[in-house]
């Protein structure tokens, strides 16, 4: 990939853990990259699975972090779950396993949500990120999927990469579980299903191949980005002589590059 090509797009999709940031700190080059393209005209959308955290939270943390991103530019999974149900089933009631701020996203898109162990026939069971997930929820959860509800998981990954390198249990971890007892596939609205990059499209006003996913996840950001019609961009963390043996295993990537330092190169010219 050269300068002049990465250039060429009218809008830049990122995803965030473990792209743009890794917990609470920046990935190096993501500022520079970001910066780069907003003074060149280009829009930024960020697209995250993240099914605990509202756009206007996410929007936060970016600017504590030296990112100015309004709240429009985040499309997260904890927002855009409530707007795809309301889009294919209408109102429904829903028993949620996750954050305040996915309930209050329900909430917000017209969905009734019952809380807590609130024994009440519900028309969809939700998943999320639920730190405080415990047996209680399970059995309930899947007795409402037992009893007809559809099971809805906001995101189908199984973990997130956390500060130390290691795993963080992830919603699909969740949903997995509910999953197992129920004998039942859940129906998921984040990366790779192509939702969130429609509500990211609408909102820059852009034609899929005018823009470009980048993001380190293969299986949601560069099969989802690839499957919505984008360009993609891999940041896969190997070395150009470490990736080479295995480049051919990964061809919904259209380029791969080690993190978003060498993507800074690449923008400003530099040999890589």
Partial sequence: MHRELFYSFQAYFFDLDGCVYFG???APGATEVIDALKQSGKRVIFVTNN??????????????????TPSADVV????????????????????????????????????IV????????????????????DYRKLEMLGAAVGAGARLIAANADLSHPGLDGGKVPETGALA???????????????????????????????????CVMIGDNYN??????????????????????????????????????????????IMEGLDV
Avoid: Q
Wanted: hydrophobic residues 40%.
């Fill in 24 to 26: 609470d700190a920046l």
């Fill in 51 to 68: 099914s605990r955290s509202s756009a206007k939270s996410i929007a936060e943390k970016l600017r504590t972090m030296g990112l100015e």
């Fill in 76 to 111: 997260t999974a904890t927002d855009c779950v409530g707007t795809y149900l309301s889009e294919r089933y209408g109102r429904l009631s829903i028993r949620a396993a996750g954050s305040d701020e996915l309930c209050a996203a329900l909430s917000a898109a017209g969905h």
């Fill in 114 to 133: 019952v809380s807590g162990n609130e024994e009440a026939a519900v028309d969809a069971a939700v998943i999320g990120l639920d730190i405080a997930f």
């Fill in 176 to 210: 997995a579980a509910v999953e197992a007892i129920t004998g039942l596939r859940a129906e998921y609205v984040g990366k790779p299903e192509p939702h969130l990059f429609a509500y990211g499209l609408e909102r820059c006003g852009a034609r899929p191949e005018e």
């Fill in 220 to 265: 949601t950001d560069i099969v989802g980005g690839r499957g919505a019609g984008m360009r993609t961009i891999w940041l896969d963390g190997r070395t150009a002589a470490e990736r080479s043996r295995t480049a051919d295993e990964y061809r919904a990537a259209d380029w791969i590059v080690e993190d978003l330092a060498e993507l800074r190169r």
